[in-house]
């Protein structure tokens, strides 16, 4: 049933330019990846970015497939990352055969806790994956700092964090490799997209064989050869042409995506710290260092029971909330082909209270869907 006063979680963006984009492939008849807008996509990111290269993909997880697979993980590797995480996130590294090492969040950002990375290090760790979540960056000095020490890989799952900073620095480039997503979910997006960013030379050849089918066949677009062979394992992780085209439109316009997105998150933080203050729900608090996207804004209530409540209570005033992961340890894949090393505080605790507030670009209603939040705890 259609209802009027729906407020959705999400919309996908749409800037308009879209349609022209898209009415100009089919006008040029040809819709496999290399063409002008798949070359045009990988162009502009390489440029705003500043990186080696960056190369889009059919989604995050296969970027983040293609950065486990430059990681040379041998079996028994293990990869630290967050519990709190999304089963992409974990999988790519499963599917190389290393082991997967869950630890736990902050609770502040629901990020990677670096003292706990610390505390899970063995001599068999490879790679530790900052996941930023929400587009809120991961602590990078400590991560950093750690990956130096031990020399360790970082792959940064930035699906949610295009645009977002951490120093000043983009999150995506700050990792050996920066994944990012363009789902519709996200604040960029093109139905189902994702890219790589590759932030170090040395990877670069690599990169481009594992993503063309493990060929050379990039090289032999750019006329460096006369016959592209097999070179390497790979897959097919080429974004077509129909998809650039759709994301170039987006990519031109994503600084004024995020700054409307930011807009609102702001209004939130206003209409909803009061009830921070008073003790009824806890609201992200962002680190100086941070600069984020708006790409989710969550809030933390009393435990599952209130989330659950409170989900329903606002269904019924037709405004969608949602929660996010359920934590991966406890998977019955994550429980396969994982451990989680020391204290579970936060994720089991906080995954099951947090709730994220409907957002998306365009969005005007932030006072109507506070003032239900408020409502519901009697606050007006
Ligand atoms: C943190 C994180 N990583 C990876 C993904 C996978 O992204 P995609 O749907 O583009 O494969 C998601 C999807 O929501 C995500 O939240």
Redesign the pocket.
């Known amino acids: 049933m259609n209802d009027p006063k729906l407020i959705p979680f999400n919309r996908p963006a749409i800037t308009g330019a879209e349609e022209d984009y898209l009415a100009a492939v089919m006008k040029r008849g040809k819709f496999a990846a290399g063409g002008p807008f798949s070359t045009r996509c990988n162009a502009w990111l390489k440029e705003e970015f500043g990186t080696p290269d960056a190369l889009t993909t059919t ?3 296969h970027a ?1 497939e293609m950065a486990a697979l430059l990681c040379d993980l041998e079996f028994g590797d293990e990869v630290i990352l967050p519990s709190f ?2 089963s ?2 974990a999988t790519a590294f499963a599917r190389c055969g290393a082991r997967l090492v869950f630890v736990d969040v902050e609770p502040a950002t629901m990020n990677i806790d670096p003292e706990a990375v610390a505390a899970a290090l063995t001599p068999k760790t490879r790679v530790i994956v900052a ?1 930023h979540y929400g587009g809120v960056a991961c602590d990078m000095d400590a991560l950093l700092a750690l990956a130096r020490q031990h020399g360790l890989l970082i792959v940064e ?1 930035a ?2 964090a295009i645009f977002a900073e951490y120093r000043g620095a983009p999150c995506g480039t700050l990792g050996t490799f920066g994944c990012f ?3 519709e ?1 996200k604040n960029l997006q093109c139905g ?1 997209g ?1 890219a790589l960013l590759i932030n170090e030379p040395q990877y670069v050849q690599r990169a481009e064989i594992i993503w063309e089918k493990g060929t050379d066949r990039t090289r032999f677009y750019r006329g460096e050869v006369d016959k592209y062979t097999w070179q390497d394992i790979g897959s097919s992780f080429v974004l077509g042409e129909l998809n650039s085209a759709f994301l170039l439109a987006q990519l031109e316009r994503g600084q004024e995506i995020t700054a409307d997105r930011l807009r609102s998150w702001r209004q939130y933080l206003k209409y909803l710290r009061p009830l921070a203050e008073q003790g009824c729900i806890e609201i992200p608090r962002v680190p100086e260092a941070c600069r984020h996207n708006g790409h989710i804004f969550w809030i933390k209530v009393r435990d599952a029971s209130e989330q659950a409540d409170l989900i329903r209570y606002l269904k019924k005033r037709s405004i969608q909330s949602v929660f996010h992961y359920v934590p991966l340890h406890s998977a019955p894949a994550g429980r396969r082909l994982g451990r989680f090393v020391g204290q579970d505080r936060i994720t089991t605790r906080d995954s099951s209270r947090l709730l994220r507030l409907p957002l998306y670009y365009g969005f005007s209603e932030a006072a109507r869907v506070a003032e239900a939040v408020r409502a519901f705890y009697g606050v007006t």
């Open positions: 989604s995050c997880t983040l995480a999304f992409s996130t996941l799952d699906a949610q997503s363009f789902h979910t189902e994702g």
